[in-house]
């Protein structure tokens, strides 16, 4: 038994190794949608979250950019029409504020690894 258990694990590790991947349902996937928030100027990106919501506004997701860089990833596990939305701190401008997805699994920006990014714009004071 204990020779069987080692042969199934090595054939594990070879097809892993071998870039095989097991077999999924066609409505099964997990996808990363990332990109930056950019600036041409110092800012605190740990101060802005990304959120994605659903065409109807219920939020899925939510995360914070690395303070590094302005680098955000968010994982999708379901097709469907979604909102990508940049929620900085009160005053401070991006475009776009928002981007809408169509994840088909197939063709879409977040399927095929493209980035979408935030661009800073400037800043607003009241008072």
Known sequence: ILAGGLAVVAATVLLLLSGVEPARG??????GCGGFVKSDVEINYSLIEIKLYTKHGTLK????????????????????????K???????????????LY?????????????????????????
Do not use: H, R
């Open 61 to 84: 997701y939510q995360t914070d950019c690395a303070p590094n860089n302005g680098y955000f990833m968010i994982p999708l596990y379901d097709k469907g029409d979604f909102i990508l």
């Open 26 to 31: 066609s409505e099964d996937i997990v996808v």
């Open 86 to 100: 940049i929620e900085p701190p009160l005053g401070w401008s991006f475009e776009p504020t928002t981007v809408e």
């Open 103 to 127: 994840v088909d699994g197939v063709s879409d920006i977040c399927t095929k690894g493209g980035d979408i990014n935030f661009v800073f714009t400037g800043f607003s004071v009241n008072g």
